[in-house]
């Protein structure tokens, strides 16, 4: 039988304060993670519904409805976002800190390092593919409300070319960094994340912009489309509301973050092998529920992935549905 290696905080010659204040740090990360929790049984849940909402669509509608160009995103959609979900929802279950090997669990092989990383490159390799659907059918379902500014259009469809590559590059960063353990690797990795975020911001802000002066020209002319425009004005609007917020919160908090863990790091801890990296990563884990010292950090990026993240996920198969 394989040995898996596991380690824990040494407990002994502790003071009463200090076995309370233990205490006291190991329910709040316990809280933190009973939410986390209830969040993926929620996230299922919708995603369960969603995908019985795609079938009923499917069988309540003509028999030529399954292969129209629509159906065929929505369903790459619904099998996409279910793969985001369930992974999510997975390392809800089982958090750990990559670089580090924290788990707050030891539950053999499904909590090593290796594997969390393994799933999260599938999830958010769909995830970018997610976004580079919708982005580039947004881009194509408004090219009729956006005729004078076509450029616009050519421009937001090139993006969406280059959205799964960009997210490619940074899943073989944060490869690196989980093997040679190094955050540097990390930190380039949220940079490209950030980068593909403003550039998503920038097409939906161009988008909407288009479609605004659009609709504009269309209440002066009376224009019965005035509805469509307006759906599609909201829908960039609130395109560029998350990816704005989203791209704030890599370039102010996660990258910074990273980048002062690689300058505060031991050069010692590095691996310049890729096999003993690749070891360490599946068989050493360190457990902790420490809040102040471990997860406290980490709660606000991981809460927000789970959460917000996932429910944009699904919320792109319904777009498709509607």
């Not at 849940?45 to 929505?74: D, E, G, I, Q």
């Not at 992974?87 to 788990?103: F, M, T």
């Not at 999830?123 to 379902?141: D, K, N, V």
């Not at 908090?253 to 990296?277: A, I, L």
Request: glycine content about 4%; overall charge neutral; some cysteine.
């Amino acid at each position: 039988m394989l040995c898996i290696p596991s380690k824990t905080f040494n407990n002994n010659d502790q003071t009463n304060d200090e076995k309370l204040e233990k205490y006291k740090s190991e329910q709040m990360t316990l809280l933190w993670w009973s939410i986390l929790v209830r969040i993926a049984i929620f996230n299922i849940c919708v995603w369960t519904w969603t995908c019985y909402k795609y079938h009923s669509s499917s069988s309540s509608s003509s028999s030529s409805f399954s292969t129209t160009s629509n159906t065929l995103v929505a369903r790459q959609q619904l099998y996409l976002s279910g793969i985001y979900v369930f992974v999510c929802a997975y390392r809800s279950v089982y958090p750990r800190i990559d670089l580090e090997r924290y788990c707050m669990f030891d539950a053999g092989w499904i909590t090593s390092v290796f594997m969390g990383r393994f799933f999260a490159t599938i999830a958010e390799i769909s995830y970018a593919s997610q976004f580079a659907l919708f982005l580039y059918h947004l881009s194509s379902s408004s090219t009729t409300h956006t005729s004078n500014y076509n450029h616009i259009v050519i421009i937001q469809v090139i993006a969406s070319y280059m959205i799964v590559p960009l997210i490619t590059i940074a899943q073989g960063c944060c490869w690196c960094g989980v093997v040679s353990l190094k955050h540097k690797w990390h930190a380039i990795e949220e940079s490209i994340w950030a980068f593909v975020s403003a550039l998503v911001c920038f097409c939906f802000g161009s988008l909407f912009f288009s479609l605004s002066l659009q609709q504009q020209q269309q209440v002066n002319e009376n224009d019965k489309d005035e509805n469509g425009v307006f759906s599609y004005s909201i829908i960039c609007l609130f395109g560029v509301i998350f990816s704005a917020g989203y791209f704030a919160f890599m370039v102010l908090v996660d990258v910074p973050m990273y980048w002062q863990r690689s300058t505060s790091t031991s050069k010692n801890n590095n691996y310049d092998d890729v096999w003993d990296g690749l070891y360490d990563a599946w068989s050493r884990r360190v457990i902790t529920k420490d809040w102040n010292k471990v997860w406290k950090e980490e709660a606000p990026w991981l809460t927000g992935y789970f959460s917000f993240a996932v429910w944009s996920s699904i919320a792109m198969v319904h777009y498709h549905l509607h």
